[in-house]
């Protein structure tokens, strides 16, 4: 019975130390992936934080995540900016109710670098006097809330007044305008009004409309051709169509750069130079977007097409009937894609937009341009860039259960 125990006991250890050991596993493994996102997070948030700040927030240092702006209260019906100022050894929350009060900076003998600007009218002189710096000064005894303290006089300066805001008999002094630059009392405020005031620059409503105008025809154009081109290079056959197929497919390693000459050139003679349909005209035919559409009609079983044309189908209802309710992965891959591309497309844009042709820009070339008209204004560049980030990100997050969808549909076939 003492062996079977022993076994049993030491069966029990090593299950407990294998969920120890799991646990910790898992554990370390969510809090490296945990730590990585929180890394790569960190910029978005940031940005969208610095969109909702004033500019004077946007330049703080040390730097601040969350927008903050000053707290404020009505004082006979203006508003008027908080401070927060000790009082009695707290703080409090005061307003500035008198600027100019006479007064003079005091120090206390025994450690000069403790100065306080406080009222004349709060001083009295005790006829005695101090050294400092090797000069003779005046000593004061003067009343601080409910202390009275003796303090050297070392010059004369002017204060403010600040009162409570809820019980007058609350009452500090500080230099006003050192107040303003340590103690205004802030709060959480996002300004959300940026983004209004970012689209009235640069016409950036416009640029978002013709943007989305430009990719919405640019998706819908593309689509509807790769479908057809993929369909005829699927299922139809004719003389060449494999040489066709591989030299339209070829030209995807053609960079853009080498284009855009003899493009430029053809916009210029069909007069459509500096309009929004050379944003659009030139990308209505896609060779990826064809090969994508092709490759996934050639995975689905001839069978159904065979059975559609006993039943008396046409090549066009077989097409819009059967394969294009069955590729809504693979299509909705391609809108994705043809979507990202034509919203941040920037370089054809440039060149085929007039710089003077506002009425025409799109979101990429407004965002260009805004930097310039707005550098003093950090937080309604990142306030555009949060506008023209939002979009694709909604994009993509709708389109994501069918575009992992196409990959491992792709995978399994």
């Known amino acids: 019975m003492t062996t079977l125990d022993n076994t049993a006991e030491q069966a029990a250890r090593d299950r407990r130390r294998s969920r120890t050991r799991r646990i910790f596993g898992v554990g370390g493994a969510y809090t490296v992936l945990i730590g990585f996102a929180a890394v790569m997070l960190f910029p978005f948030v940031y940005m969208v934080a610095t969109a909702l700040k004033t500019p004077e927030d946007t330049f703080r240092y040390p730097p601040k995540v969350l927008p903050r702006a000053p707290i404020t209260t ?149 689509l509807f051709t790769s479908i057809m081109g993929g369909y005829a290079f699927s299922r139809l056959r004719f003389k060449g169509r494999d040489a066709i197929f591989l030299a339209y497919v070829g030209s995807i390693m053609i960079p853009f750069t080498v284009l855009i000459i003899p493009l430029f050139r053809l916009m210029v003679s069909l007069g459509w130079i500096d309009t929004l349909g050379s944003l659009v005209w030139p990308f209505l035919f896609n060779a990826y977007g064809t090969f994508l559409m092709r490759q996934f009609f050639v995975s689905i079983p001839k069978d159904l097409e065979e059975a559609a044309v006993i039943d008396g189908a046409k090549r066009w209802k077989i097409l819009w009937g059967i394969f294009v309710p069955l590729s809504w992965p693979a299509i909705a891959t391609l809108a994705t894609f043809m979507f990202l591309y034509a919203w941040n497309s920037f370089i054809w844009p440039l060149v085929s937009i007039n710089g003077a042709n506002s009425d025409d820009f799109v979101l990429t070339i407004a965002l260009s341009t805004l930097g310039g008209q707005s550098g003093e204004g950090p937080n309604l560049i990142f306030a555009a860039i949060v506008l023209s980030v939002t979009v694709p990100f909604l994009v993509f997050a709708f389109a994501q259960r069918y575009f992992v969808e196409n990959v491992a549909t792709s995978g399994i076939k």
């Open 74 to 222: 009505t004082v006979d019906g203006v508003d008027v900016p908080l401070f927060s100022l000790p009082i009695d050894g707290g703080e409090a929350n005061v307003f500035l109710a008198e600027e100019g009060v006479e007064a003079g900076v005091f120090v206390d003998p025994a450690s000069p670098e403790d100065s306080l600007a406080w009222p004349m009218s709060l001083a009295t002189e005790t006829g005695a006097t101090a050294t400092l710096d090797g000069e003779s000064v005046p000593v004061y005894t003067v009343q601080v809330g409910s202390e009275a303290r003796d303090l050297a006089f070392q010059r004369g300066t002017v204060v403010g007044r600040f009162v409570g805001i809820d019980d007058p008999s609350i009452e500090t002094f500080a230099v006003v305008r050192i107040a303003e630059q340590e103690s205004l009392a802030e709060g959480v405020a996002p300004q959300w009004g940026n983004f209004r005031e970012v689209t009235e620059l640069r016409d950036v409503d416009r640029a978002l409309t013709n943007t989305i105008l430009v990719t919405i025809l640019v998706v819908a154009g593309t």
